[in-house]
């Protein structure tokens, strides 16, 4: 067996024995990992940066551009967004060994379920070395175990990283394979990794969409994945005016580059005359691209034609692109055929009209009334989030520590034989 | 393209358009369509029974064996048991649109979850006519469209069947390619089959490993897995014997030809004398095998050895194998190396050893004091299923309704947009 193979085998039997221990450890020892993590990376901070230093000055000397650069930095604000992270991680209730739905059976048997977790978790990511904390903290916290694999270009600060919570699993007593690092960079690691189903129960890719793609394509076990966000905001006829400006216009410029933001505008023609003029201007002064319909166009000379691919385009840019269509049906059905299923808006005062969108929309989100910037788990209520769910199994939208969980049936009787 | 590959995508476009209408009809119409399918059966039944006397006559003839021949028959009496199974899908609640979890956030957003059908589902099963009725209608009932692929021998009876469901659903006005049969006996069309993962959003494999193992080995699309059940009864020293006995005596004698049968028994060294020497009998009693560690042949001269084979062979068969061992630990390690987390069950009396085996044990059923047979999602008040899930993702252990729905987040606002 190549030498490859056999680390990602030994990685994996390491991880599977310590999923074992983890399965059982109560939430106080899970915290005080956390709250080691947390003392390790203040002590820490200056290897960390220096380690990082060294990924920086590779990273420009192999020609990195600006925003990937940006992405690999560390500094000390950035490790204190870190460790406020973790903060909150270690304040969310641990959702393992929670028991529900437990109920009587006509046959006298109780029948409820027991969260537990999932097993063994493998984390494909880009170059942001945050990730690293942030996915073992959220693994350790779900009582999973996790095998990180992180960019190459950000290899020096995981490593550095992954030190403080060797240490902390250490000092806690737990099982140092609780968390463990690819400390290759070859990328056949990545490839025997997918592969090792008997070891590792998911995979979550965490990155764009090639490397989600090809993760996908090859994965041998069930992958938790994150796929590109085309986001639309519709404006019924129906819709408020003022709330129709603020909330499209929220949605596309609130940050450009994140899976929530709005790409594609659709209009109902018969939308309140005058808005839909208000809105381009806003843009325009924003310095927002429009790229529209024909039937846009004739609103402002501000707008050129869209090609057939901007529909289904994830700009991550000041790009919009803008639609009128003539009725709620026409909306769903564009949503349908160019969304990614990831959320979607509906601005409009008719309950009716509302439901049919809530309804008949089927992506992770579905909003009424307000922006699609607030798809994210920290606006819902979860916590800290490791990706946004475009996949119909499992976990839909944000998955935060509930995502990494998985149920089992308890059954208890009292000498019960099943007639 | 070839005239399978073809077919496949024709049935996958399809199934898509349709499951577009399915998402929003309403619980009546679909009772109604189940009721249509009723009332046809019971019009057809003539016609069904002239179909499946053809498949049992070729079956025959190409040495079908009895038990296959048994699965594969069709009389009145088991038309008024798909009937009955019928009725109770019509009575149980349906579950698509319910929204649950709806709470404020600090930002005024409202947040909850909507419950909504997967899609398209291709199910792949055996030769037993009676899948192409239950499968299509809790698909149905569920919101989903449905591809069946049934075993070749049965082909005559599931078309017969299958006319009863296109006509259902033609009279109650709905799409008729909400359910589809492939027609074709080919093995290249479950290739295909598996392969549409743009049409097809999950499948659903029913049948032996083999198929299973296969089907999940190729599927570029979730599957709903029901693996094999080497389920396990364990006698702890604090167990009272009676319970003991009668537990697991019905966990294996019950039925022996299925999943929850308890395939292996495990003896606490300190089980109250007496109690293993009496079951011993009952078994031998009822004609069945039994295969042993070396401990536990000193209990009889009937048990003969057991090999490391016996461990994880699911016997489905009058056939026990029994090891005796030296604590509740080594008992949880017995379980997890040789088990498939199916469904496993303790006996005791000892309150803090149940809390430990529940917790510890990692399958889709754990048991105290109860018998592996109650495994089932009639007597979990699921209603019909359509298998048991051993894997640990989207659904796990009695896949009924629910099993085949997803959730998508709802967001309701009055023109929010985020800070």
């Known amino acids: 067996m190549d030498s490859i193979a056999n680390l990602i085998l030994n990685l994996g039997q390491q991880a599977k024995k310590a999923s074992r221990s983890l399965r059982t450890i109560d939430t106080d020892t899970k915290n005080s990992v956390l709250g080691n993590i947390i003392a390790n990376l203040k002590k820490n901070q200056e290897s960390i940066l220096v380690a990082n230093k060294k990924d920086l000055a590779a990273g420009k000397s192999s020609g990195l551009d600006d925003a ?55 984390i494909i990511y880009e170059s942001r070395p ?16 996790v095998i990180l694999r992180g960019g190459s270009e950000a290899i020096h600060s995981n490593l550095a990283l ?9 000092d806690a007593g737990l099982d140092a394979n609780a968390v463990q690092i690819i400390d290759t960079t070859e990328r056949e690691a990545v490839t025997k990794l997918v592969q090792a189903s008997d070891h590792v129960d998911a995979i979550i ?72 003029d208000q809105l381009i201007n806003l843009y325009v002064k924003e310095g927002v691209e429009l790229r529209g319909c024909r039937e846009s166009q004739k609103h402002s000379n501000k707008i050129i034609a869209a090609t057939e691919d901007d ?4 700009y991550l840019a000041p790009i919009l692109s803008v639609r009128i269509v003539n009725s709620l049906d026409e909306a769903i059905s564009h949503i349908e055929k160019y969304g990614s ?30 922006s699609t910037a607030f798809a994210d788990g920290f606006e819902y209520g979860l916590g800290a989030e490791i990706g946004i769910s475009t996949d119909k199994f499992h976990v839909r939208g944000p998955v935060g520590l509930e995502g990494l969980t998985s149920q089992k049936y308890i059954v208890l009787g009292d000498g019960h034989t099943r007639p």
Chains 1, 2 share one sequence.
């Open 311 to 314: 529909w289904s385009e994830e």
């Open 162 to 170: 992954y030190q403080c919570i060797k240490d902390a699993l250490i």
């Open 205 to 276: 890719p965490r990155g764009g969409k090639g490397l989600i793609e090809n993760v996908s394509a090859h994965a041998r076990m069930p992958v938790i994945k994150h796929l590109h966000g085309v986001c639309h905001t519709y404006l019924d006829k129906e819709a408020d005016s003022q709330k129709a400006i603020d909330i499209a216009f929220n949605g596309k410029t609130r940050r450009y580059g994140v899976c929530n933001a709005t790409e594609t505008l659709l209009v109902h023609k018969g939308l309140k005359s005058g808005t839909l």
């Open 68 to 122: 990937l650069i940006d992405r690999l930095m560390l500094n000390p604000e950035r490790i204190s967004g870190i460790i406020e992270s973790l903060e909150q991680i270690v304040s969310l209730p641990d959702p393992i060994g929670e028991t529900t739905d437990l109920e009587y059976r006509p046959s006298g048997i109780q029948i409820g379920k027991m969260r537990v977790p999932i097993g063994v978790i493998g």
């Open 130 to 145: 945050n990730v690293t904390i942030d996915a073992a903290a959220l693994c350790l916290k779900s009582g999973n175990a």
């Open 341 to 370: 299923s990831h959320t979607d808006a509906i601005v409009t005062e008719d309950k009716t009209r509302a439901q049919k969108f809530l309804k008949e929309v089927d992506s992770s989100s579905v909003m009424v009334n307000a």
